[in-house]
Each structure stands twice: as C-alpha cells, then as structure tokens.
C-alpha cells in the first residue's frame, strides 16, 4: 500500500491536469473529503490515526509530537500485521516514528521523485517478501508558500488578497508539476510490483487558499471549502475503475477504509465508517456521512491560536455552520446555492440551524474517550 501526499493541492483544481485526469480514469476518485484539521500535522494524524484531534492529542499547531501513547496508528497496526513500512517526509515531525522501519525526511525544494523512488526501491528490497506501507510527502506547494508567500507577506497586507488570480496560477502551476509527479510514481510502483495486490492513494491533506479571505494567506486559519475540502483517488487491480464520488466524506472515514481494504481488524472503536465496499463494488445512494466536522487554530491572521483550536464547523453537504469562538460569531452557508461561502445566511430562519448549533456544540464540548 502506497500513499502519496500531494501536500495542499486543491479538490477543485484537479481538472486542470491531463495527467491527474489520466491518474482519475484508474481507479475511485472521491472528491468531497472533509478534512478534520486543515493544515499538515493535523490533516496526517488525523488520517493516520482515524480519530480527531482532540481523541489523538494533536489539536494544535504546539502539539506536533503530543500523539497520544494510548492509540495506535496505521504504520503500527500495518507493521503489527507483517508490514515493512517507511516513510518521506518534509519535516520529521509531521508523524510520529511510531510504526516505521522507515522514518526519513528530506530537505526542501527536493527532487521528490528521484528521492521517493530511491525510497521505494529500498522499501521493497528490505522488505525481502513482506508487504509494504510506504507514506510519500510531496511538498511542493508547502515549498512554495513557505519561500514565497510566508516570507514576503504579513497576514494583513492587502496586496496579497489584491492578487488572486496571480496566486492561483502559481498554485495551478505547481499542481500540474505535483501530478506529473504522481503519474510517474504510478508508473514506477507498478514497474516493482506489477500492480499485484497493490493500492495506491493519492490525497491531499487539505487545499491552498489563494487570497479568497482576508487573513488567510494559506490554509489552517479557517474552516471554508477552498482549505478543509480535499480529495482522495484509490487505484488497485480489485478497485473499480472511472468512478467518482462527491458524497460528504470525512478524513475520519480513511484509516477504516484502509484496514478493511487490507482485511484487518481492530480491538478497537474507531468513530468514521469504512467506504471500502464503494471502492469495490460500486457507489451507492446511501454511502457517504450525514455530518462532517473541521476545526482549527491559526498561527498568524486575525484570531491567532496556536495552542488550541478557535475555528470549528459542521458540514452537511448542503450546509456548512462555522463557529468563530474568538470574536464569538457564527456563519452558516448553502454550499449548494453559494458554493464559494459569500452569503451568510445565519439567523434568517432556516431550519435545520438550531440542530447544527447543538451538534457543533456538542462536538467542541465533548469529552474524549481516547
């Protein structure tokens, strides 16, 4: 099993590339990923861990290495169960070295093919027989905010939100060099393994904001579509092909899927649901989540919490309620009519309001049992 991190790439961009459309046509592509945590460490951990950053104990950009010793994630339970694992990385602390045989990370600005196939390679020889789970972390949009938008522009200059289109196009840019990448990757796992009994994932952790909201320069300091919205394509030789879904899924819902793709189980409870039978065996009307929930807590911009979250949401699909905890404010949005989230219709009556402030609430307030 392989999955490979195209670090901040944006679910609705994924168009734009013939290579990610080629990529598309192998397997399930699901396009409606709720990330539970919108920026790197929280967006892996919860995946790898299946539950959400408060169950884990990475809530916050202060908890990088505060993963819980009481759970366990998935290079652990795949090592468990005769795994040779490895991963690549942009830092060393995005995940624990908990579960690796294989726990690296490379600089900056890399050549992330060269390194991730260097990194395959020893995986498989290693392994001598043995399965393998191999994480690979393609940063090159993280490269670029980090050289050239974090270090140029404080939160609040305008002139960053003045330029949209240009921030986009570097974002698109990149994007396409990011699914060259991926495509090649596929071709290089497949020349190891000939495809047996192999899965690749191809995902994005959460998007890339491009100046859409004033104190957002990136991701991680809000709860809207353009940062916690993310994809998923799973291509293997049991995984149906040409299919795509965009039913409201969770990042929660990965690492069960992944154990029941694998035919492991677990002595226990995780809190997202396996979508493995629609990758195998077809979509379905019912599949999918009737509630998804984001949090964050920003670094920088206007309401900075960088030691616990401040920003949390509910999603339905069709709607989305956000919680702003610092200036105390709420927003709710119709995705389906306003899927760009311009028109806040809180407090104008509709209905199911009162319902997703109660649940939000009791989300936020809840009590881990982890």
Request: charged share 25%; net charge neutral.
């Amino acid at each position: 099993m392989i999955f490979v991190l195209l670090d901040g790439c944006r679910w609705d961009r994924t168009n734009i590339s013939n290579d990610f459309k080629e990529l598309q046509s192998e397997g399930t592509f699901f396009n409606n990923v709720t990330a539970a945590i919108p920026y790197t460490v929280g967006a892996v951990n919860v995946i790898f861990s299946g539950l959400y950053g408060k169950d884990n104990g990475i809530d916050a950009y202060s908890k990088l290495l505060s993963l819980k010793d009481s759970i366990k994630v998935l290079p652990e339970i795949l090592q468990e169960n005769g795994y040779f694992t490895s991963c690549d990385l942009i830092h060393n602390k995005i995940v624990s070295k908990r579960g690796y045989d294989i726990h690296q990370a490379h600089k900056s600005e890399t050549d992330y093919f060269s390194i991730h196939t260097e990194l395959l390679k020893k995986s498989f020889e290693m392994a001598n027989g043995k399965p393998v789970f191999t994480f690979l972390h393609c940063g090159l949009i993280h490269d670029m905010i980090v050289n050239e938008v974090l270090s140029k522009y404080e939160y609040d200059d305008k002139s960053y939100y003045e330029q949209k289109e240009q921030n986009l196009a570097k974002l698109d840019k990149l994007f396409l060099e990011a699914c060259s990448y991926a495509k090649k990757i596929k071709k290089m796992v497949d020349s190891m393994t000939n495809s047996r009994n192999t899965i690749i994932i191809f995902l994005s952790d959460h998007g890339t904001a491009s100046g859409e909201r004033f104190g957002e320069r990136n991701y991680g300091s809000y709860t809207y579509e353009e940062t916690i919205r993310t994809f998923y394509l799973f291509i293997g030789q049991k995984i149906l092909k040409k299919q795509t879904s965009d039913k409201l899924l969770s990042t929660i819902d990965v690492l069960p899927t992944v154990l029941d793709l694998c035919g492991i189980n677990v002595n226990f409870e995780l809190p997202g649901k396996s979508f493995a039978n629609v990758i195998k065996e077809g979509i379905t009307k019912n599949h999918g989540t009737k509630y998804t929930f984001s949090e964050t807590g920003a670094l920088h911009g206007l309401y900075p919490s960088p030691g616990k979250p401040n920003v949390f949401c509910i999603n339905t699909g069709k709607y989305k309620l956000i919680y702003f905890e610092t200036p105390n404010e709420w927003s709710l949005f119709d995705l389906e009519n306003d899927p760009l989230e311009q028109k806040n219709i809180f407090g104008t009556g509709i209905s199911l309001e009162k319902e997703l402030r109660e649940k939000l609430l009791n989300w936020i307030n809840r009590e881990s049992k982890y």
